[in-house]
């Protein structure tokens, strides 16, 4: 994985047919999607349960570019290393989850992955402070996690933070949670570079008819861009 600052977009699996989720997968891919977002969550530390390692070990192969695996679940240490084997690129945990945050992202990387911290919406960017040279990505979230399809909480204060934080270190600002073309480009503005999108990316298409994705993606991406100043 090279580093680059421009807008990628990461449709999250959340949204899309759990019975077809390879299909899916390399359809959004084929449509122009950067990454793709996969949201574990366990039913303890946000209420909901979604996927574990098997689901991304089975759409791995399905995936051409980045497999970005967000851990909402406590403790995730002892998941790792399953993660990691299941072919993640990107494993983020939660800065609430457990008490030893540099520790996590020292496995994550001993596992040769690349680590992200993700930060709730009442957690200050100062949560990061300390690690900023132990990550490669930080994962706003913009809504409470559990759920998809929320509405959209506005960090760009939170954003703009850590933006200033980063300074020249090679470490995304991912967003996730009510990302849409109205949304994306307040966050983009704030210095964020990697959307993840739900909803806003699945909505109106399918596997056997997956233009609806592309269009989707193509409206959060020039919004995003238009507002960076950066045209593709």
């Known amino acids: 994985m090279s580093f680059d600052r421009s807008i990628k977009i990461a449709p999250s699996i959340l949204a899309a047919d759990f019975a077809a989720f390879g299909a899916e997968c390399a359809a959004v891919e084929a449509q ?6 996969v949201d574990v969550m366990d ?3 946000v209420p909901n349960i979604t996927f574990g390692p098997a689901t991304c070990a089975a759409i791995r192969p399905h995936i051409r570019g980045v497999m970005d695996v967000h851990l909402m679940i406590a403790p995730a240490d002892p998941y790792l290393a399953g993660f990691a084997q299941a072919g993640a690129d990107i494993i983020t945990v939660h ?7 540099h520790r996590s992202l020292q496995a994550i990387r001993g596992l040769g ?12 960017a100062s949560a990061v402070a300390h690690v900023l040279d132990e990550i490669d990505l930080i994962c ?11 509405s959209f909480i506005d960090m760009t204060g939170k954003v703009r933070e850590l933006r200033q ?6 470490v995304h600002i991912e967003i996730d949670g009510g990302v849409t073309p109205e949304t994306a480009p307040l966050v983009a503005a704030a210095g964020a570079d990697v ?3 739900g909803s806003a990316v699945f909505k109106g298409g399918s596997v056997a008819d997956p233009a609806p994705y592309g269009e989707n993606i193509r409206a959060i991406r020039a919004a995003a861009e238009k507002a960076t100043g950066v045209m593709a």
């Open 32 to 37: 122009g999607a950067d990454w793709i977002h």
């Open 165 to 170: 934080m980063i300074g020249n270190r090679a």
């Open 43 to 45: 039913g303890h530390f």
């Open 95 to 101: 800065a609430e989850a457990g008490p030893h945050l």
């Open 140 to 150: 706003v979230m913009t809504v409470n996690p559990g759920f998809g399809g929320q």
């Open 113 to 124: 992955c690349k680590a992200g911290v993700a930060l709730n919406p009442a957690t200050p």
């Open 195 to 197: 959307l993840v999108a």
